[in-house]
């Protein structure tokens, strides 16, 4: 295997304990390069059709990308996919830090896990070997419990994904914590859950056998990555206040989800934007393998009622999840919510919409009283919001449907429940209003994962004042892009931050992978486009073959119907019609959306 492979992944079947080391296919990282792509591939392949998520027989992926672990600039990003127990379809989600590298220093691109353990144990890899360790102990401990307590277990320099006790007990809505950071959105938690396993602990020491092929060049490059990134004005503002930056931007713009998507204009935003945050609670800056930014903000409440909170973020996300969606004015409430999360290791911002979505059942009188056991549900009352995040993470009452997810928890709530719940095909949408973006509508619609802003992030439209966010037109082609170019960068072990802002670009990627690998196929921007589109293909194809079907490329009814009535995007609604049939044009698939039999020839799937 050439260059910044190991060459080889883990196989684990949790129902026998056994582990095994298998050599890594060329012919796959030569079209799918590693990371999402990879992952996508061998879930596809070792995954039988039709699969119960939360069965043994589901598999979890763990890939890094070709440039995880390398000297080149960002290259910090884990990979992990499966079948989601929230939407039924594929789940995808990577996340930086420096897990992924350890797990390359450790020997290994990725691991591939299969069964469930007789008990609560974790995947302890180290140096080429590992092994399958009993942790009953660990039962019901928090996230960053769980953490320290494998790291005193193995090797305190050892890194850490693993769940809380929401993943534990199999809230749909739980996902995968380490490092500070969650990864997984989708359920993942609840699969690791549902395979009786508590985590995944890695260490490696084997960096030294980590290579590139051409090492002068990749110098080169990374020499210039760094030069792009001194002069990138926008990065400093980012380094300074991280993705809270955007809060006040995107309220300016009408985008900024509030009171569960009813207003895209939330009136207290300045409470809670990054310069409030940064002002009153930051402590600390940290960042990712090889990242110069440290975007990533620790935050602490020093006083009042939630004096001794504290979080990694807020994010952008998570603010606006408990923050506007909730109608929640107090910071320090939204960075309690935030350690809740983190504590029981759920995704934030499917918990934030969930308590958006209770509130405004509560106020509509769909949930009374007596189903919240007593919690006035109201927007802005941030105890309700607390005491119910509890309840969620702890399964308890109402708690328990809700950490279903908003559309398992409508449709059993019954009543006009549905029209409130706003996710795509199940999972609960990020924070910014498709209504006044009609490029992120389309990748919302149309993204395999569901209601995820990331699969297909239009930046023109949430960044570039002089670009027409509300028309329909051009808009497919532009999604259709920024998708291919997500399933492409998320595949090559990269932060999308910095190919989102310019300091990586397609032409850039193309030599840093060919320096990397020798692979020629991944040496030029037409070729990394072509990955793009393969993965996002076969995405799509996993979809239909678990059983997708074409209604589901959807919106919530409030975006088709409901216009914004006052802000940034006053008077605006989603037309999806137009933008979908469009969409399926360019992406050469049939009417229903569809990929044709020449389209996957074409792509080798
Ligand atoms: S930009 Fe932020 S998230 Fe991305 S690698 Fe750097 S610190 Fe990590």
């Given at each position: 295997?050439?260059?910044?492979?190991?060459?080889?992944?883990?196989?684990?079947?949790?129902?026998?304990?056994?582990?095994?080391?298998?050599?890594?296919?060329?012919?796959?990282?030569?079209?799918?390069?590693?990371g999402r792509?990879?992952g996508?591939?061998?879930l596809?392949?070792?995954?039988?059709?039709?699969?119960?998520p939360l069965?043994?027989?589901n598999v979890l992926v763990l890939t890094?990308?070709?440039?995880?672990?390398?000297?080149?600039?960002?290259?910090?990003r884990t990979n992990i996919t499966t079948k989601s127990p929230l939407t039924?379809m594929i789940c995808m989600g990577n996340c930086g830090g420096?897990f992924g590298?350890?797990?390359?220093?450790?020997?290994?691109?990725?691991?591939?896990i299969?069964?469930?353990?007789?008990?609560?144990?974790?995947?302890?890899?180290?140096?080429?070997?590992?092994?399958?360790?009993?942790?009953?102990?660990?039962?019901?401990?928090?996230c960053?419990?769980?953490?320290?307590?494998?790291?005193?277990?193995?090797?305190?320099?050892?890194?850490v994904l693993c769940i809380g006790?929401a993943g534990?007990?199999q809230a749909r809505i739980a996902c995968l914590y380490g490092d500070?950071r969650f990864v997984g959105r989708g359920g993942t938690g609840a699969v690791l859950g549902s395979k009786?396993l508590?985590g995944i602990?890695?260490?490696?020491?084997?960096?030294?056998?980590?290579?590139?092929?051409?090492?002068?060049?990749?110098?080169?490059?990374?020499?210039?990555?760094?030069?792009?990134?001194?002069?990138?004005?926008?990065?400093?503002?980012?380094?300074?206040?991280?993705?809270?930056?955007?809060?006040?931007?995107?309220?300016?713009?009408?985008?900024?989800?509030?009171?569960?998507?009813?207003?895209?204009?939330?009136?207290?935003?300045?409470?809670?934007?990054?310069?409030?945050?940064?002002?009153?609670?930051?402590?600390?800056?940290?960042?990712?393998?090889?990242?110069?930014?440290?975007?990533?903000?620790?935050?602490?409440?020093?006083?009042?009622?939630?004096?001794?909170?504290?979080?990694?973020?807020?994010?952008?996300e998570?603010?606006?999840?408990?923050?506007?969606?909730?109608?929640?004015?107090?910071?320090?409430?939204?960075?309690?919510?935030?350690?809740?999360c983190t504590?029981y290791g759920m995704d934030t911002i499917s918990a934030?919409?969930?308590?958006?979505?209770?509130?405004?059942?509560?106020?509509?009188?769909?949930?009374?009283?007596?189903?919240?056991?007593?919690?006035?549900?109201?927007?802005?009352?941030?105890?309700?919001?607390?005491?119910?995040?509890?309840?969620?993470?702890?399964?308890?009452?109402?708690?328990?449907?809700?950490?279903?997810g908003?559309?398992?928890?409508?449709?059993?709530?019954?009543?006009?429940?549905?029209?409130?719940?706003?996710?795509?095909?199940?999972l609960e949408?990020?924070?910014?209003?498709?209504?006044?973006?009609?490029?992120?509508?389309?990748?919302?619609?149309?993204?395999?994962r569901g209601?995820c802003?990331h699969t297909?992030?239009?930046?023109?439209?949430?960044?570039?004042?002089?670009?027409?966010?509300?028309?329909?037109?051009?808009?497919?082609?532009?999604?259709?892009?920024?998708?291919?170019?997500?399933?492409?960068?998320d595949?090559?072990?990269?932060?999308?931050?910095?190919?989102?802002?310019?300091?990586?670009?397609?032409?850039?990627?193309?030599?840093?992978?060919?320096?990397?690998?020798?692979?020629?196929?991944?040496?030029?921007?037409?070729?990394?486009?072509?990955?793009?589109?393969?993965?996002?293909?076969?995405?799509?194809?996993?979809?239909?073959?678990?059983?997708?079907?074409?209604?589901?490329?959807?919106?919530?009814?409030?975006?088709?119907?409901?216009?914004?009535?006052?802000?940034?995007?006053?008077?605006?609604?989603?037309?999806?019609?137009?933008?979908?049939?469009?969409?399926?044009?360019?992406?050469?698939?049939?009417?229903?959306?569809?990929?044709?039999?020449?389209?996957?020839?074409?792509?080798?799937?």
């Amino acid at each position: 295997m050439k260059g910044a492979y190991t060459g080889k992944m883990l196989l684990v079947d949790l129902d026998t304990g056994r582990v095994a080391a298998e050599g890594a296919e060329e012919g796959l990282l030569r079209r799918y390069i590693g990371g999402r792509g990879l992952g996508a591939r061998l879930l596809y392949d070792r995954l039988p059709a039709g699969t119960e998520p939360l069965s043994p027989e589901n598999v979890l992926v763990l890939t890094t990308g070709a440039l995880t672990g390398t000297a080149s600039l960002f290259s910090s990003r884990t990979n992990i996919t499966t079948k989601s127990p929230l939407t039924g379809m594929i789940c995808m989600g990577n996340c930086g830090g420096f897990f992924g590298p350890e797990l390359k220093f450790a020997g290994f691109d990725g691991a591939i896990i299969t069964g469930r353990a007789r008990e609560l144990s974790y995947l302890w890899i180290h140096d080429g070997q590992a092994e399958l360790r009993a942790c009953e102990p660990l039962r019901g401990r928090s996230c960053p419990e769980t953490e320290s307590e494998l790291q005193r277990a193995t090797d305190r320099k050892s890194r850490v994904l693993c769940i809380g006790p929401a993943g534990e007990l199999q809230a749909r809505i739980a996902c995968l914590y380490g490092d500070h950071r969650f990864v997984g959105r989708g359920g993942t938690g609840a699969v690791l859950g549902s395979k009786n396993l508590k985590g995944i602990v890695v260490r490696g020491t084997l960096s030294n056998s980590l290579g590139v092929v051409e090492p002068e060049g990749f110098r080169e490059i990374i020499a210039q990555e760094m030069k792009l990134f001194r002069e990138n004005a926008f990065f400093q503002e980012w380094r300074q206040y991280g993705t809270p930056y955007i809060v006040s931007p995107m309220n300016k713009l009408g985008l900024l989800g509030t009171r569960n998507y009813q207003s895209g204009e939330c009136s207290f935003h300045e409470q809670i934007n990054g310069e409030a945050l940064l002002k009153k609670f930051v402590v600390k800056k940290i960042t990712c393998h090889r990242c110069p930014v440290a975007c990533i903000s620790l935050a602490e409440v020093k006083d009042g009622e939630y004096a001794g909170a504290h979080c990694r973020g807020p994010e952008y996300e998570t603010i606006y999840a408990f923050g506007s969606d909730c109608g929640v004015s107090s910071l320090p409430a939204v960075i309690r919510a935030d350690q809740l999360c983190t504590e029981y290791g759920m995704d934030t911002i499917s918990a934030g919409n969930i308590c958006a979505f209770a509130m405004e059942l509560y106020e509509r009188g769909i949930l009374s009283d007596r189903d919240t056991d007593g919690l006035a549900l109201r927007f802005g009352n941030h105890r309700a919001m607390i005491e119910l995040l509890t309840r969620i993470g702890r399964r308890e009452g109402l708690g328990r449907l809700l950490g279903e997810g908003v559309l398992r928890a409508a449709q059993a709530i019954g009543r006009g429940a549905e029209a409130f719940a706003l996710q795509v095909k199940g999972l609960e949408l990020a924070g910014y209003d498709p209504r006044g973006a009609k490029s992120q509508a389309l990748a919302y619609a149309t993204s395999p994962r569901g209601g995820c802003h990331h699969t297909g992030y239009a930046e023109a439209e949430l960044f570039d004042p002089t670009f027409d966010r509300f028309t329909t037109r051009g808009k497919a082609a532009l999604t259709v892009a920024n998708q291919n170019k997500s399933c492409m960068y998320d595949s090559t072990g990269v932060c999308a931050f910095p190919t989102q802002l310019g300091v990586i670009d397609q032409d850039t990627m193309a030599r840093l992978l060919l320096a990397a690998t020798g692979f020629s196929e991944l040496g030029t921007k037409e070729g990394l486009e072509e990955v793009g589109e393969r993965v996002f293909n076969l995405e799509r194809l996993f979809n239909w073959r678990e059983g997708m079907k074409p209604s589901q490329d959807s919106m919530p009814g409030r975006f088709l119907r409901e216009p914004l009535a006052v802000g940034g995007s006053a008077q605006q609604v989603v037309e999806l019609e137009v933008l979908l049939a469009e969409y399926y044009q360019k992406r050469g698939w049939t009417s229903e959306g569809r990929p044709t039999e020449g389209l996957l020839r074409r792509l080798e799937l």
